[in-house]
């Protein structure tokens, strides 16, 4: 069974600020894991993802994430946020083997004031 | 970049009734998925397709949901007879492979079961 856990509900930074928005996920096989971001009342659009090889991504408009084995963790970055980056973001893990069930976490909502 | 489309974006129906959200996927995908997620929560995975069959499915796909495409035309998930449980937004998505961690989604199709 693989979970993931975003720990942060809420995050609320100023516009420009940057920010790191965690997810710490569990599963023993090979997985890749991923980021979404919902703008309210859409869907989920793709943000970046890993699998292996360099541990940190890069994604769209800035955002970054980091792999990280040893704490079982791939936390989303941006080093200057804009206000159109206030969204719901998922972070999301699936194995490697089978069709694409994505495993998300409960989400953090990013809160930019201005 | 790539489109989802879903139809209806709303829908309020009567407990006991039929509904079928249409789902019109990406042109050359070949993997389609459908996910429910009850204001506030996160997504969960219901079902996904492939080929004209149903390859995997999590226990929130229940006996009275039932998913086709036929010939090629929308991706369809019908609940018959709906519950009040059923009210959640129901989001279509797709992709071009499999195993990727990468999936578009649609805008959404929001049940209300009265």
Redesign the interface.
Known sequence: TQTVSQSDAHVTVFEGDSVELRCNYSYGGSI???W?IQHH??????LL?Y?SGNPVVQGVNGFEAEFSKSDSSFHLRKASVHWSDSAVY?C?V?R????????????TQLIIQP | GPK?LQIPSHQIIDMGQMVTLNCDPVSNHL?F?W?KQILG?????LV?F?NGKV??K?KLFKDQFSVERPDGSYFTLKIQPTALEDSAVY?C?S?LE???????????SKLTVL
């Open positions: 890749y894991l991923s979404y009342g859409h869907g989920l659009q793709f993802k699998y998922f999301a699936t490697t083997e089978g069709a694409d069930r994505l495993t998300f976490g409960k989400g | 989802v993997y998925y996910y929560q996160q997504m969960e995975f996904n492939y390859m995997e999590s989001f998505a992709s499999v195993d990727t961690g990468q999936l578009y989604f649609g805008e959404g």
